[in-house]
């Protein structure tokens, strides 16, 4: 069995839905296992209506709602003819579903709600996409994923129950494989035990291909995208951007970490433990082999180019000329924890400290405010973060030009540069 993954990009309209039937024909006499997410926006749609929900302005919330059914309405309208009627009456379903909640009054956690309401995108999305496979024939079997994936109830960020959905997916999903060679499930979503549905952070379905893989020891997993595959800089700030033909499950992990946006960085663990490959494919060309990562480190990777923009820099100094090490390192990990700021590099000197962040101006100014407890704090802003894995003096001098460099940091692999925009 195999597991393919149809993000929000490969199903956003009429044209790209037609193009999932198109690349299925392809794989007609095989077992798959098909993911699907929100179709385009509509997660940052459900978001706003989740927002306005909790803030109770019921006129919005409604009228926001409103806008996300009339959108699969309309599709469903174009895509399916003879089960029109019931594809409709299944859609309502979900929708009345979320109505019911949007008109009461919020007394739980805003994470909660949210996770009611935002899992509707990929319920809605795979039912459409599942009636209207069968109408071209490419017989499928739809799933509801919260039957399968158990969860806790981490609301946002739900962490998988291995053991029972695992059990879930052996005894409920398995089956449903003797009569269709297409099921089609839901990503990003599951359930807790008292059936509150669940999502697992955004651009989790990924991920959610990544445990299905594991869970039924699949042979593969492919993830359909709108680029070549995995390339090694973003074509928007690399114009000589190339994809990559083969990657570790390392390499990715490590490019995802540096601010890569490749894969969920979720995904790979689950591949990994049971060595499964994972192919980054086109959507819109068939014929281009794409991306594979295996747990083989390929030979001479180009290097990988990963732009970080908005970044600040803060300088950090004791007041009192004490070592910066120890209590007063301590206390800034703290405050960092407490406002959930990650930073993107630090390094550490006698008495001082610096730290780049990304500048989102309410973090940085609680930060700026909290470190001046104990530091005397100077800030930089408007920086580019460059990383480069496996550079080359070739590269560096192209990437860098005559820009003014204000921090560096070089290991065997990798070069950090932190720049001055021009
Ligand atoms: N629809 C969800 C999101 O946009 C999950 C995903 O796309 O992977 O975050
Ligand atoms: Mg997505």
Redesign the pocket.
Known sequence: MKVFKF??VSIKDFDSIQNVAHILENFKDEKILIVI??MGKM?NALESVSEAFFEERKEDTFRLFEKIKKAHLDLLKYLITLQWEKATNSLNDFFTEVEWLLHDKPVKDYNYYYDQIVCS??LLSSTLISYFLNEKKIHNQWLDVRDILRTDDAFRDAKIDWEVSGKNAVEKLLPLFEKNNFVITQ??IGSTDENESTTLG?????YTAGIFAELLDAESVTIWKDVNGIMNGDPKDFKDAVCIEELSYKEVIEMAYYGAKVI?PKTIKPLQNKNIPLYVKSFADLRLSGTVITGVSPHDLPPVIVYKQNQVLFKLQTIDFSFAEGRPTQYLNEILEELRIKPNLSQNAAISLMLCIDDVSEKTEQLAARAAEIFEVQIQKDLTLLTIRHYTPEYITMLTGHKEIVLEQKSKETIRLLMKDV
């Open positions: 993000g929000g997410s929100a997660t995108g990929e990503g990003f955004r651009e989790g379905s990924d969920h």
